[in-house]
């Protein structure tokens, strides 16, 4: 059985950091092509970041300079690494794993909660 599961979610203040991990059980996370998505409530869930095996990395235009995704190895998994927040960046972020060949893999987290606000 395939499990994403996030964590690091927060509350916290505009212009803070905080950084989510997502942990894969049930796959190699490394042949994977491993992201993150956000969505808030009455709007589609949208690209933040993403990852190849080969670790090209693909950002959305806002989040580009301000959030950096990488492997992280030990967990199986990714990390997000979010700096500079702003209040749009507030969203349930969720963790994404889809096979770059076969489109019946492909896995969600729960999700995570981000909360930017004073």
């Known amino acids: 059985q395939v499990q994403l599961v996030e964590s690091g979610g927060a509350l916290v203040q505009p212009g803070g950091s905080l950084s989510l991990s997502c942990a894969a059980s049930g796959i190699n996370a490394r042949i994977y092509i491993m992201g993150w998505y956000r969505q808030t409530p009455g709007m589609e869930r949208e690209l933040v970041a993403t990852?190849?095996?080969?670790?090209?990395?693909t950002y959305s235009d806002s989040v580009k300079g301000r959030f950096t995704i990488a492997r992280d190895n030990a967990k199986n998994g990714v990390i997000l690494q979010m700096n500079s927040l702003k209040p749009e960046d507030t969203a349930v972020y969720s963790c994404?794993?889809?096979?770059?060949?076969?489109?019946?893999?492909?896995?969600w987290g729960q999700g995570t909660q981000v909360t930017v606000s004073s």
């Open positions: 994404n794993a889809r096979h770059p060949r076969l489109d019946n893999l492909n896995y």
């Open positions: 990852i190849t095996p080969g670790d090209l990395i």
